[in-house]
């Protein structure tokens, strides 16, 4: 397996979308992807969650359901475009996690995201 040869520095980059030790492919990838629309989309279907939030799974069968990605993307994402988008919005403080969880399509528990509710200004 071919690797990236990546300097310290590139190594401490905080917002890398590939870990320093994958192949060469899965920099190219994580170059491609936008990130922002991604984001975004993710943004939505918790704020139309309201309050009861959404697990990973919620989601992603809300976006199946409900096409809502059309407006976002060419493609349905795949999971694994979905999956990081709750910690890069949870380190934005847009999402946030409170410990509670609930069962996925496959039986297991999943932890569900909140979107953080705008604070008013005074």
């Known amino acids: 397996m071919s690797t990236i040869s990546r300097s310290k ?3 401490m980059i905080s917002e890398a979308l590939a870990r320093t030790h ?5 920099w190219e990838a994580a170059e491609k992807v936008d990130t922002n629309k991604l984001e975004s989309l993710v943004l939505r279907v918790l704020k139309d969650f ?10 992603l069968s809300y976006l199946y359901d409900t096409q809502i990605w059309k ?3 060419a493609i349905m ?4 475009s979905i999956t990081p988008r709750y910690k890069q919005l949870i380190n934005k403080g847009l999402v946030y996690r409170d ?3 609930r069962k996925g399509s496959m ?6 995201n909140f979107i953080v509710k705008e604070q008013k200004k005074s």
């Open 71 to 73: 407006q976002y993307t």
């Open 9 to 11: 520095k590139d190594q």
């Open 22 to 26: 994958d192949p060469k492919t899965s």
């Open 50 to 59: 309201g309050n009861v939030g959404g697990t990973n799974d919620e989601l």
């Open 107 to 112: 039986g297991r528990s999943q932890i569900v």
């Open 99 to 101: 410990g509670t969880t």
């Open 77 to 80: 994402p795949k999971e694994s």
